[in-house]
């Protein structure tokens, strides 16, 4: 009797789907786009349905069993079955789509006796707007009435599924793999790179020109995640609608068997900076006075809630991530930056203690700290970008004050997210790092990193890869580096500093920019969340 309902939580129940959303076949596109079964392997990601039935022999003179679902839910799920039931299957062209798209219903041959007959179901679209992704299936007998009448239900039975929402993994679970770009200019990154991976022992992938035809920015025009079911699971690559150079690498070089690809594309608004993927980020779990969030929570930046023109994410790449449900998101305060993307100023760093993370944020509080401590203990002339046209003394930071109420303006702007962020991941003072980085602003008033953002960092376990700030010197060393250090070593991290100055930084960049990593899936099951 549960099959036609579904509950969240660990006492719950219900039937899954996954969206069949990778490429088993030969042609190159999801899956869920054709209706037949291209390969063997392609039932793994489907779920499988059995309708038993135990009766007479044979049914009476006109009467049938029919499989059968509404409009709106064909063009949500696909649903196979064997040509040749009970027979081995000695071909993948024996299973054949009986409902989705223009099928509504089936006729089912009944066996007589007690029979089972199995059938394939897979999940054509994610939920979304419009769509919360719950899907019926329904089973009637018909009786005929008379002859040149339709036939009438007299019994129905119904299953329901939920379709598996597309989950984004924290920097606090364990690192897979690595993806970096490889352009004419960027040998320092990628030697920082390299050297990073391989003495932490994950996989680099790069994409070189041939295919990203110079566009760098990995961390934006992509983010991974999963799906899952009890029975399956695989990565799943959400395509951003931002759309340069790179546009092609998620469809043509991720998506294949068992890695599945999902995209929006905005018909009605113009897409900025922040629909770019490093303005969508995820929290590590949290609980909220009380509420539990296991899968974390996701985090996009917006334009202030009270501007009228300023910046935001698009309607269709927002409520696409509001109906996931399990990582309900936090719109964050990101407009002020020029390029607008929340991993300009924040990040998460896996901990021993607390709550098992630290929330990093940039502060120039902390930069100008660092600065006149520098000054007070008569390093006033050591400089910033040492042997650059950049080259600047701590002492004439120090003293442009133009700089200096620039980036008041950007502290109150982060203390206004850092105010969010407490409030809405439950954080406390103690959870937060504050970062010494300073900003300088454009001729449109919006911020850009003054020197490389350590924020901007990747994290693998508890390993750092942290732009090379080019700070100060004191006794041969970084003081920057120095204070990097001293914040996070003491939870075990350890900090390599890439130099993506001229690649990355002068582009208005850094290293999460312009990188990206697959993770692990979560140990936890999203269907036990209490919703």
Known sequence: ?????????PDGHGAILLVNCDAENYYKVPDSELDKISKRADLKDMSRMLLRTSGPAELPKGYKLTLHISKSTAENIGVFQERTAGIKIS??????PVLGRDKLCHIVEYKGGTSEVEFYVEGRRFPDEGFKGLVTINLSLLEPISKGFPEVPIFTD?????????????????????????????????????SLTARTGYKLNTCFQYMNRGDRWMQDELEFGYIQAPHHGFPVVFDSPRDG????????ELMGPDFGYVTRVSLTENVSSLDSFGNLEVSPPVTVNGREYPLGRILIG??????TKGRNMTKVVQDFLWAQKVQEPIALFSDWLFVGHV?????????????????????????YKVFRRLQKDGHGKAKMFEGM??????????SNPQLQEANDFVQSCIDWNRDVLKRELGLEDADIIDLPILFNLMKDMRAVAYYPDMVNMI???????IPKPYGPKVGGRCALEAEMCSLVEGLGLSCTFIDDFASYHKLLGEVHCGSNVRREPFAYKWWNMKL
């Open 389 to 398: 046209k950049e080259e600047i003394s701590v002492d004439d930071i120090l």
């Open 459 to 465: 994290v693998l376990g508890k390993n750092l890869g």
């Open 158 to 194: 119904t299953v329901m599924f939920r379709v598996a929402p597309w989950i984004m993994t924290p920097n606090t679970l364990n690192p897979v793999e690595v993806f970096v770009c490889s352009t004419q200019d960027n040998f320092q990154f990628l030697k920082g790179m390299r």
């Open 1 to 9: 009797p549960l099959q036609g309902s579904w509950k969240w939580g």
């Open 343 to 367: 991993d300009e100023f924040m990040s998460f760093v896996p901990a021993p203690d607390r709550k098992g993370f630290r929330l990093l944020l940039a502060s120039p509080d902390a930069g």
């Open 91 to 96: 071909s993948i062209s024996d299973y054949s």
């Open 245 to 252: 150079d790179l546009k092609d690498f998620p469809y043509k």
């Open 302 to 307: 917006c334009a202030f809630p009270t501007a």
